[in-house]
């Protein structure tokens, strides 16, 4: 069962490509600009016909009562944590919802995804992560749900609110971390020399690596950076604000598309975005 879940994230030509809409689930109200109205959200995403969706629990069964058989696999979202705002609050957390992989088999999902997160100077965070998916990962094999964990280094959330830390050798300890934890997919954040990805992907020890898309870019960076990840061995990425900020979602969609499944150059995907 778990393979034949896989497949519906990787299929079509092995590789995956993940809109990420789950960002209301961290109560951070910078995250909420493109997707106000989840409903439209949703189905301007869906009928871009990306291979994935990732959603939380509560607004999930938007797209999976989406009539017919081509919508796109759900990736259910499973944990929660308050470590995204500026200033950071007193006390920080990082729970998974009760009874997540149910959650996971009942709304048919494909694949359920987990935070790794290490934020400087934040052990407990990073200790309720390891708990949160050593109590996913069983139940997920029990179940034939793939566990996505998503290995995310930050930087000091007082340089400016959320931000990634593109430093590789961290980036490639916590990815090799959360291979050995269990991870079926890995969700990573791109490095600071896209160039130099392909030790990621040697780290991942052939678990299939998605790339996070991170902040809001430029399209002609957001798709020259996917092309070279890409080249560098990812089997897919998963963008969220890239595309659901992105005047033209759909057609964002269809540009990413074409170089995750197709190979297209920079040059052709932005002849997609007109």
Do not use: W
Not at 23 to 51: Q, T
Not at 65 to 83: C, H, Q, Y
């Amino acid at each position: 069962m778990k393979q034949a879940r896989m497949m519906r994230l990787f299929g079509t030509s092995g590789n995956c490509f993940d809109v990420a809409i789950d960002h209301g689930m961290f109560n951070e109200h910078s995250f909420l600009g493109g997707i106000e109205d989840m409903r439209h959200a949703i189905e301007v995403v869906a009928e871009a016909r990306p291979d994935a969706i990732q959603l939380p629990p509560g607004t999930a069964p938007i797209l999976q009562s989406r009539p017919g058989k081509d919508r796109p696999a759900l990736v259910l979202r499973t944990d929660i944590a308050n470590v995204y705002g500026t200033p950071l609050p007193r006390r920080l957390f990082s729970a998974v919802i009760d009874r997540a992989v149910e959650q996971a088999v009942r709304l048919d999902a494909a694949c359920a995804v987990v935070n790794l997160l290490m934020l400087p100077d934040e052990p407990e965070v990073y200790e309720a992560c390891i708990r949160n998916i050593n109590r996913l990962k069983p139940a997920c094999d029990d179940a034939g749900m793939p566990l996505m964990i998503e290995p995310l280094v930050m930087q000091d959330n007082s340089k400016g609110g959320y931000m990634v830390d593109g430093n590789i050798d961290k980036i490639l300890s916590l990815v090799r971390q959360a291979v050995e934890l269990g991870a079926d997919i890995i969700k990573s954040d791109p490095c600071d020399d896209p160039q130099e990805y392909h030790r990621v992907i040697q780290i991942a020890q052939g678990v299939p690596v998605l790339v996070r898309g991170g902040g809001k870019v430029s399209d002609r960076e957001i798709l020259s950076r996917t092309r070279v990840l890409m080249e560098q061995g990812a089997r897919g990425i998963v963008y969220g604000r890239n595309v659901i900020h992105h005047a033209d979602p759909a057609a964002m969609t269809a540009a990413l598309m074409a170089i995750v499944h197709d190979g297209a150059s920079t040059e052709d995907a932005m002849a997609r975005l007109g």
